[in-house]
Nanobody, 117 residues
Framework: VHLVESGGGWVQPGGSLRLSCAAS????????VGWHRQTPGSVRELVAS?????????YADSVKGRFTISRDNGSKNTMYLQMDSLKPEDTAVYFC??????????WGQGIQVTVSS
């Protein structure tokens, strides 16, 4: 399984970005997917997660009401993190983490998100 993230970059406070995570693997069945973020000197933290089979989601308190995790209805192996009302403290490297049907974890390469004026 290979994950490719895209959509990061620079945005001013209050702006929006949408991160994408495209997973490849011919026999892949996604058990769950999550977005994590990490800043220098800090541990990687879970920001949001989604369990496709029941639609259950989780959001860290710091992003509730601002971030939305979703799955592409067409390409079932593409996941998104819509980030609105971005704050400078959202600046981090964001990682996609996917668990397959065997609960094996797969990480994306990470993508930088910078929120500043």
């Amino acid at each position: 399984v290979h994950l490719v993230e895209s959509g990061g970059g620079w945005v001013q406070p209050g702006g929006s970005l949408r991160l994408s995570c495209a997973a490849s693997g011919s026999t892949l069945t996604i058990n769950s997917v999550g977005w994590h973020r990490q800043t220098p000197g800090s541990v990687r933290e879970l920001v949001a997660s989604l369990t496709p089979r029941d639609g259950r989601t989780y959001y860290a308190d710091s992003v509730k009401g601002r971030f939305t995790i979703s799955r592409d209805n067409g390409s079932k192996n593409t996941m998104y993190l819509q980030m609105d009302s971005l704050k400078p403290e959202d600046t981090a490297v964001y990682f996609c983490l996917l668990f397959d049907q065997f609960l094996s974890p797969y990480w994306g390469q990470g993508i930088q998100v910078t929120v500043s004026s």
